[in-house]
C-alpha cells in the first residue's frame, strides 16, 4: 500500500486548498480512505472520510460545510477541498487507508485515527 499526498501550503485565512492523495498497491475499490490531521502538541483527529465502494462520507463536526470530500476511482485519487480555512485549520494532513469490511468498523477506526495504511503527510499553513 502506497498514499502520496499533495497540494499542502500556505493560505491565509478564508483562502482555499485542494489536497490530493494518490493511492497504489491495493484494490482501491475496496477500502475506505481517511483524511486526518495533527497540529503541534494534539493528537491526531480524522476530518473525513470517504468509502470508495459507495461514496459514503462523513466529516469532523470543525470542518462540515467548509470542507468536501470526493474520490476519483478511476485515478485512485481521494481529494479533499478546503474552503474558508481557518487558522486552526493549521496542521500536518495525511490521508490513510483501511480494508473497509463494514460501516461501523471503518468509522470506528477513523474516529479512532486506527487506520492501517499512512502516508507521509502534507502541511497546511493558515495565517490570520
Known amino acids: 500500500v502506497q498514499l502520496v499526498e499533495s497540494g499542502g501550503g500556505l493560505v491565509q485565512a478564508g483562502g482555499s486548498l485542494r489536497l490530493s492523495c494518490a493511492a497504489s498497491g491495493f484494490t482501491f475499490d475496496d477500502y475506505a480512505i481517511g483524511w486526518f490531521r495533527q497540529a503541534p502538541g494534539k493528537e491526531r483527529e480524522g476530518v473525513s472520510c470517504i468509502v470508495n465502494n459507495d461514496g459514503s462520507t462523513t466529516y469532523a463536526d470543525s470542518v462540515k460545510g467548509r470542507f468536501t470530500i470526493s474520490s476519483d476511482n478511476a485515478k485512485n485519487t481521494v481529494y479533499l477541498q478546503m474552503n474558508s480555512l481557518k487558522p486552526e485549520d493549521t496542521a500536518v494532513y495525511y490521508c490513510?487507508?483501511?480494508?473497509?469490511?463494514?460501516?461501523?468498523?471503518?468509522?470506528?477506526?477513523?474516529?479512532?485515527?486506527?487506520?492501517?495504511?499512512w502516508g507521509q503527510g502534507t502541511q497546511v499553513t493558515v495565517s490570520s
Open positions: 490513510a487507508a483501511e480494508f473497509h469490511g463494514s460501516s461501523w468498523s471503518t468509522w470506528r477506526l477513523w474516529r479512532r485515527a486506527e487506520f492501517g495504511s
